[in-house]
Nanobody
Framework: QVQVVEFGGGLVQPGGSLRLSCAAS????????IGWFRQAPGKEREGVSC????????RYADSVKGRFTISRDNFKNTVDLQMNSLKPEDTALYFC???????????????????WGQGTRVTVSS
């Protein structure tokens, strides 16, 4: 059974850091594009970052470039999102999602992802 589960959310002050982790089961993350998405209260879900199958090329939303870093650990079968210099506007429910893609195909945050986690809440507030 294909499943992804998010970990690592919490409350952090502006300027602080959090590391989210997406644990995959039932599939190998190296063969899937993995995306991180978020949904703030009263807003639509938006793509944050993704990492491609194979070569691990990455993509980021403009709002998080230079602050967030996505990475994959093939041994642990996880994909992490390191979030630095957090701002109140980063407050949201963060989701991990996976979709099988061809090897080394650049990931895309605008396509349909097949498998979604339940989300982990991130609150940035003083």
């Amino acid at each position: 059974q294909v499943q992804v589960v998010e970990f690592g959310g919490g409350l952090v002050q502006p300027g602080g850091s959090l590391r989210l982790s997406c644990a995959a089961s039932g599939f190998v993350v190296d063969y899937y594009a993995i995306g991180w998405f978020r949904q703030a209260p009263g807003k639509e879900r938006e793509g944050v970052s993704c990492i491609s199958a194979g070569d691990g090329s990455t993509r980021y939303a403009d709002s998080v470039k230079g602050r967030f870093t996505i990475s994959r650990d093939n041994f642990k079968n996880t994909v992490d999102l390191q979030m630095n210099s957090l701002k109140p506007e980063d407050t949201a429910l963060y989701f991990c999602a996976a979709v099988p893609t061809a090897w080394n195909t650049p990931c895309n945050l605008a396509i349909e992802y097949d498998y979604w986690g339940q989300g982990t809440r991130v609150t940035v507030s003083s």
